[in-house]
C-alpha cells in the first residue's frame, strides 16, 4: 500500500510479472535494434573503421619506403611510378573494406549483443594482385609483378644470379633515378629486403591490419556508447 498525503492508494500488478518482463525485454530490444540497424551508426563506424585502415596502411615502413624518392624498397623493387601505385593499393584496400551489424537476439529472457564483423584485405590477394599498378614490364620484356614478391614470396631469391649495387653517382642511375643498379654476379641472386618481406600470413597488408584493429575496436564501442 502506498499513501499519498492522507489517502491510502492500494497498488496492484495486473499483469503476470514474467510477462512484463518479456514486454520490458522486447521493448529494450526494438531499441536497440534500431539504433544499431540506423545508417548514421553504420555509416559512422564504416567511415572510422576506413580512416582506421588507411592510417594503419601509410604508417607501415613499407608504404614509406616506396613513396620516398630515395626508398630502399622502392629502388630495389625498381618501381618508378611508386607513390601512384601505393595510392591506388590503398584506396583498392580501403574501398573493399565492409562493416557487417548483425541485429542483436532474446535468448533465455536476455539481451545478446550484437556482433559487428569487419572485412578488410582479400585473403589471397588477387584483388589487388591483378591490377596494372601490381607488376610492370622492363626494357627487355621481363614482367616484375613486384606487389607479389612483397606480399607473399618472403626471403626467397627472386632474381637468380644478381645483386644490387649502389655504385656513386653519377657513375649511374637506376630506372627511379637513384644509384640503385642490378647487375649479374655468380653464385648470388636477389630478393625482397629482409624487413620488407611478407609472407600471406605476414607481410604488409596483415601488420597495418593488425595494428589499425585496437583504433577500430575502441572507435566502435565508441560509438555504441554514444548512442545507447
Do not use: C
Not at 127 to 134: E, F, G, N, P, S
Not at 182 to 194: F, R
Request: without cysteine; glycine residues 6%; positive net charge.
Amino acid at each position: 500500500m502506498v499513501k499519498v498525503g492522507d489517502i491510502p492508494i492500494r497498488l496492484q500488478m495486473v499483469t503476470p510479472v514474467n510477462q512484463f518482463q518479456d514486454k520490458v525485454i522486447r521493448a529494450m530490444y526494438a531499441e536497440l535494434t534500431k539504433k544499431l540497424q540506423s545508417q548514421a551508426f553504420q555509416q559512422s563506424i564504416r567511415r572510422g573503421t576506413k580512416q582506421a585502415l588507411e592510417k594503419a596502411l601509410r604508417a607501415q615502413p613499407e608504404y614509406q619506403s616506396m613513396v620516398m624518392q630515395d626508398g630502399k624498397l622502392r629502388a630495389e623493387l625498381g618501381v618508378v611510378d611508386s607513390t601512384s601505385a601505393m595510392e591506388s593499393l590503398v584506396r583498392d584496400w580501403v574501398r573493399s573494406t565492409t562493416v557487417h551489424v548483425a541485429r542483436p537476439r532474446i535468448v533465455g529472457g536476455r539481451i545478446l549483443g550484437t556482433i559487428i564483423s569487419v572485412k578488410a584485405i582479400q585473403a589471397d590477394y588477387d584483388d589487388v594482385l591483378q591490377k596494372a599498378y601490381a607488376s610492370y614490364t622492363t626494357e627487355k620484356g621481363a614482367i616484375i609483378p613486384w606487389l607479389d614478391w612483397l606480399l607473399t614470396k618472403g626471403e626467397a631469391i627472386m632474381i637468380q644470379s644478381h645483386q644490387i649495387f649502389h655504385p656513386a653517382p653519377p657513375t649511374a642511375r637506376s630506372r627511379t633515378q637513384t644509384n640503385t643498379i642490378m647487375k649479374k654476379t655468380k653464385g648470388q641472386g636477389w630478393g625482397v629486403p629482409e624487413e620488407f618481406s611478407g609472407t600471406p600470413d605476414n607481410n604488409y597488408a596483415t601488420r597495418a591490419v593488425a595494428m589499425a584493429m585496437p583504433e577500430i575496436g575502441q572507435m566502435i564501442e565508441a560509438e555504441v556508447r554514444r548512442r545507447l
